[in-house]
């Protein structure tokens, strides 16, 4: 009997379980899935804030930190936007596009998406180890991977030998929903390289100031981050300020700047209106503008945030626009667009949706994910040394290693 464990019932286990069985066939195979929580899916039930946000219009190697460009170029080109389309209706998924490009399921459930995956694996023969713990894997020449696991609810150890195995352990983010990096010591022992972990989109704390008065109110906005005059990124999105300092995508796609280097002194710079900067100028140009300059700014933000605002850059709120001398103007151009906060610190693991680093790409096959140290084993997901930003970028890649290397696997073996 022809055996395939794969280690993690995440995204990236299960679509990479449901490939593989299916490309083998029925007869004279196992496919089992260990997965050490009591159900699947866990973390995947919660993304997108329970819609699943799956993938995105925007996806292109360059929007995607860790490995050469060249890498991630290769997994898109065996996985892009169409074929995870393609691959999730056929599973009984169909998603849809937002106008900004974001994908989601038609049933805007992650819940939904958890539940379908788990049919399709019975459907498939998959037999599911759940409150299984792979604690060990070694590999024995000649006989293939030896697994060392415990299943919680009988409490009994167990150990198995498989013909091939992927790994799907994710990384080290949200602990309590699974993922805790335990078997990074298991890939270091087979002989792999574990680029530095460290927690990616999560909240960046800040020195408010005043500022601390615009708690709870939310900002689409661009941002950067300097060291000194140097910009390190960029990003654009939603924010909102809270107690500490700043949360949403608009911040969270720059935190692992922060993370990878404690020990810089780093600024992050808010530009409230930079969607709007040259709009706000014509319109306080137009001689036929009879607004207040309070009214003006009521176009892009909540009274509170004006009000905040006004008073930074000494403006009467009841001044006419027209009245606005050239100072005054560039007063508030710079409160509107200029602000720096001195970072101090950023979002741990407990609060960081991601885990950066994780298992060294040039080691994997990028059209297959399996190992070029050792034939046989695949490591996808979050595990690997790859992670994008906020908006479906990270379940892309779950789905895409999770199919290409299930896939690969099958036709390799039959
Ligand atoms: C709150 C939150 C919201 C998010 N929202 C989005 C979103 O909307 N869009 C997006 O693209 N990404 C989102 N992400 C990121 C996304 O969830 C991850 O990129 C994705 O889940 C990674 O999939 P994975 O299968 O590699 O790992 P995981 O989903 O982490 O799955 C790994 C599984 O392996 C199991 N496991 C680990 N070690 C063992 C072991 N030794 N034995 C047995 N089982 C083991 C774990 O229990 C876990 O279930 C979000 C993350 C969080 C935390």
């Given at each position: 009997m022809f055996r395939v464990a794969i280690i993690g019932g995440g995204p990236a286990g299960m679509m990479a379980a449901i490939e593989a069985a299916r490309g083998l066939g029925k007869t004279l195979r196992e496919v089992v899935l260990f997965e050490h929580e009591p159900k699947l899916g866990r973390k995947l039930a919660v993304t997108g804030a329970g819609r699943c946000n799956i993938s995105n219009d925007g996806i292109k190697a360059s929007a995607y930190h860790g490995p050469e460009p060249a890498w991630t170029e290769s997994l898109l080109?065996?996985?892009a936007v169409e074929d995870l389309e393609r691959?999730?209706?056929?599973?009984g998924i169909p998603i849809y596009k937002t106008d900004d490009?974001?994908?989601y399921p038609l049933?805007?459930?992650?819940?939904?998406?958890?539940?379908v995956l788990e049919e399709r694996l019975l459907g498939q023969g998959v037999l599911m180890r759940v409150a299984t713990y792979v604690r060990?894997?070694?590999?024995?020449?000649?006989?293939?991977?030896?697994?060392?696991?415990?299943d919680y609810a009988s409490g009994e150890k167990g150990i198995e030998l498989f013909d091939k195995l992927i790994v799907a352990t994710g990384g080290k983010s949200y602990p309590e929903l699974g993922a805790k990096g335990h078997f990074f010591s298991q890939l270091e022992a087979l002989g792999h390289t574990i680029k530095?972990?460290?927690?990616?989109?999560?909240?960046?704390?800040?020195?408010?100031?005043?500022?601390?008065?615009?708690q709870g109110q939310r900002f689409d906005a661009h941002t950067a981050i300097f060291d000194g005059e140097d910009c390190l990124g960029r990003s654009f999105g939603n924010l909102i300020f809270t107690k500490k300092g700043l949360n949403g995508p608009g911040v969270m796609n720059l935190s692992h700047l922060v993370t990878q280097s404690p020990e810089k002194n780093l600024q992050l710079e808010?530009?409230?209106?930079?969607p709007w900067i040259e709009e706000l100028a014509e319109a306080a140009s137009d001689e036929n503008n009879h607004a207040s300059v309070r009214a003006l700014l009521l176009r892009y933000f909540a009274p509170?945030?004006?009000?905040?605002?006004?008073?930074?850059?000494?403006?009467?709120?009841?001044?006419?626009?027209?009245?606005l001398t050239e100072l005054d103007f560039q007063a508030l151009i710079q409160t509107l667009s200029m602000t720096r906060f001195d970072i101090t610190g950023a979002g741990d693991f407990s609060n960081s949706q991601l885990t950066a680093g994780g298992i060294a790409t040039e080691e994997l096959d990028p059209y297959t994910l399996q190992s070029k140290r050792f034939a046989g084993l695949y490591v996808i997901g979050e595990a690997v040394d790859i992670f994008g930003p906020c908006g479906g970028y990270n379940l892309h890649i779950a789905f895409a290693s999770g199919y290409l290397a299930g896939k690969s696997l099958a036709e390799m073996n039959n």
């Open positions: 080109e065996g996985f691959a999730l209706y056929r599973l490009g974001w994908y049933s805007q459930s992650a819940a939904s998406v958890v539940a060990r894997v070694s590999y024995k020449e000649g006989l293939g991977f030896e697994l060392t696991f415990k530095p972990l460290y927690p990616a989109l999560g909240p960046i704390d800040a020195r408010l100031g005043a500022f601390t008065a615009l808010v530009n409230f209106i930079g509170k945030a004006v009000d905040f605002f006004l008073t930074q850059a000494a403006l009467n709120p009841q001044k006419f626009v027209q009245e």
